[in-house]
Structures are given as C-alpha cells and as structure tokens.
C-alpha cells in the first residue's frame, strides 16, 4: 500500500455521512480526498460482499468482521455490549434499511441560520430516489443516489399485516408516507427503507464506491486515526495507524466522520475537549471544549416479548411497519433476532418499544490515549420519572395491540415480571459533538459544522445533531452530509 503524504481533505471515517461528503467534494478535481476507514474498505461496487447487501440480514453477529463492539452503560445496572459498522458504508451497511426522515418539528432545536426544515428539505429530496409511485413526488426525489422502498401490502410479513390490522383497528390512522412533511404525528405505516430488490443500498454503494475511479480521491482501509495534529490552533494532518505502524498524513482541512463515539473519542485525544480532563490525561490541551462527548442522546428500546403460533417462511427485512404514539415507536420485528443476526443463541420473538424523545443525556470519556481502547460512554437512561412512565405506557399499548383480536391468530404474549427488563437502545447515538449557537457553552460547532476554537476542522455525521430526531438518523445523515457538503463547497472547478 502506497503511503499519502499530503491531501487537500482528509476525511476520518466511511461510514455514512463519510461517504456522501467525499463523494461530494471530490466533485470538484483539483481537490484531492483521502478517506481514512478504520474497517475493511473496497475497491468498486461489485467487490462489496454479499452479507452486506443481503437486506433480510443483520452481519453483525459474533466475529462478524464488519462492525466494532464496545461496553455501554444504559443505567446504573445495565450494561449492554454495543455493535456498530466498522466497515467502509459504517452502521449504514450492517442495519435494517429504517430509512424514516426526521419530522419538521425535530429541527426546531437546529440553528435555523442553516438547518432550518425548509432549507434541508430540498436536501432529502436530493438525495434519494423514491420507488413508491402512490407518494406525492413533491416530497420525494427520482434522480437522488439512495433508494426508498416500502414493502408493498401484499407481501407484507404476516406479523406486519397483523399489527397494522390491530393498529388501524385500534383508532390509529394509516400513514401513507412517513416520510412527508405533513405526516401525522401518530399513526402507523410501512417503513421507508433504503432497500431495492433486496439490496441493502449503503451509502458506500450510492455514493462513493461508483465514483472510486476519480483520480482525485482515495479510500484507505484498516486505518486508525489515533490522534490530529496542530500546528497552535491549526489542523495540519493527522496521526495514523497501520498494521502496527504510526505514520503523519498532512492536510489543512480534517472532516471527521468516526461516528458519534468514535468522533468525540478522536477530539478528546487531540486535545479538543474539557481541558481539566485532558490535563489528567497527559493530553496537550488545544481547545477547551467542555461540551465534547457530553450531553449525547439516544432512543432506549424496550424487547417486549412474544410466543409465535406459527412460523413463516416469508422472508423479510427486520422491520416493515411501524407505530408512532405519543413519544414512542412501536416496532413489529418480523423475525427472532438469532435469525436475523448469524450466530446468536436462540431468544424469544420481539416486538421493540423505542423512546424517541427522551431526557436522558450520556456522556463519552476516555479511558486513555490508546485509540484502540474503547472510551467509556454512559447513557443515563429511564432517570426521569417522565421517560419512565412514557416508557411503560408504550410497553403497555403494545401489549394491548399483541392481544387484540387481529394478532390473536399469530402470537401470545406472555405475562412480565419486569416490563422494563428487556431495556436496551436504538443505536441511535447523537449530539456528542454538537452544533449550536456561541451562547451555548456546551456546543462544540458553529452551524457550519466547523469545530470552534480550532480552524480547518469539521464534524460531519450525527454526532453534530443538537439532539436525537424523533425518528431513527439515518435518513436525517445522508441529508446532513449533503447539505454539509453544500456549505463547504462541491461545484466542481471551472
């Protein structure tokens, strides 16, 4: 592998938002990119495996070698193992293909200098192509990189069938498209996912991997990005590791995209971060930001258990519907996720219960400088009365619609000592590395999405949500990527 001294971009992770920013500003040919993939990377789109395109599978299971794990600390007693994408195309490439924009009043919290819901709009549209001929096209795009496809009635699952039946039986309304402006605030519909024929379309495969060709733009996998150098308060490179070897790659220009742990864990080690913490660290204090890897949040996720009557042979992405209800999604996995996820012990059928507004607020530290050892993070969930009673209400409407006469045909359900034993989370992870105003003393960016106190570095995935939207990020970071991009530049030279 040919070694880079120098490159105009330097972008530190291909994982979502990643690949749609170095696709982007490599538009432009006298600006060299370099993107730097802590897991496997390829060389085209025909050289992506098959388990990563296989929609009616989760790769994730034990030794999968496309994500990373890590020890997260949900509430004082619980402490879940955490799976994410490490793989060029990140979580994006690994997850159930939930593709569900996130609602006008989620970015009432973005600086609406830059992020208001009518300037990203067109940003959503762009950026997809929507396969649903029945959906308004006003809202929706035809010529965009990243599909959207939703399971059509007849060939839904029967458990999705079912739930919907009870749902709408139940007096909630039939959302027709999720992803338009207007949708209801409650109700149920099919999932807008980024799937086409089968196909788990990442944003590698949309985005990146097609333009790979570009004689001004690298992927290097395998790469740890240990730390960014400064030269006083200006990037000039960073530190990488390879096969052991550390070596400098020089740029002026640094977007980090490591995701919304791995992100913060790389500012704190360069010395952008709470400068008491980094003192203690024996870390080089660059810019004293307190706000880095504080104040993150999430959606936690409750499994409400189910004994099926009958098994189908229908094969089925892991989520085809879903049930919105005051502040919580209600989620009718199709399957057990020991078939799901390779390499599982055989568990119950689930149905998930997320929190999409929750008050909690985490928090992501270092245990050390090493870059291989995972930071400490802690969710801090259900510490509120509130979230706790949103949360058992919701357990308690799900069970409710299980029992109903339109899911009697496919399940029981089985009584539960503790409704909030199953807690886990979304995977949802935002606001570690957050936008806001100079008023804030906890936002670490400006709303250009550039690190303040330092200059020539940006954060660009969902670690620079202000919070968790109230639908699950992955369609909201292509379009924050693509509207990032818009901000930096992307017309190509003249």
Partial sequence: MNSIEFADVIVVGGGSCGCVIAARLSENPDRSVLVLEAGPAFSGVSDVPAELRDASMLPIGPGSEWVGTYAAELTAAVTRTIARGRVLGGSGAVNGGYFVRATPRDFDD??????????????????????????????????????????????????????????????????????????????????????????????????????????????????????????GDRVIGVDIVVDGVRTTVRSDTVIVSAGAVHTPALLLRSGIGRAEDAVALGIPVVADSPGVGRGFSDHPEVAVPVVMKRESSTVSPALEAVLHSGDVEIRPYTRRFDQLISGLTRGPHVFGVGLMRSSARGSITLRSTDPFESPDVRYHYLESEGDRRAMLDGIALARDLLASPSMTGEVDVPAMDDPLAGLGTSLHLSGSARMGPDSDPGSVLDDHCRVRGVEGVFVVDTSAFPVVPSRGPHATAIMFAERAAALMGVEPAK
């Avoid at 819901?117 to 549209?125: C, S």
């Avoid at 069938?161 to 009870?166: D, G, I, L, P, T």
């Avoid at 007096?171 to 086409?196: C, H, M, Q, T, Y």
């Fill in 110 to 231: 973005w600086p609406q200098s830059t992020w208001s819901f009518d300037q990203v709009l067109p940003f959503y549209v762009g950026s997809e192509t929507d396969l649903d001929s029945t959906v308004l096209r006003r809202w929706h795009g035809s010529q965009g990189p990243m599909p959207v496809w939703r399971a059509p009635v007849q060939d839904r699952h029967p458990l999705t069938a079912a739930f919907v039946n009870s749902a709408t039986n139940a007096g909630f309304g039939f959302e027709k498209d999720l992803n338009a402006p207007g949708a209801a605030a409650e109700g149920v519909g099919a999932v807008p996912s980024n799937i086409r024929n089968g196909t788990r379309v990442n944003a590698a495969l949309a985005y990146l991997l097609p333009v790979i060709g570009r004689k001004n733009v690298r992927v290097q996998g395998n790469t740890t990005v240990a730390s960014l150098i400064f030269n």
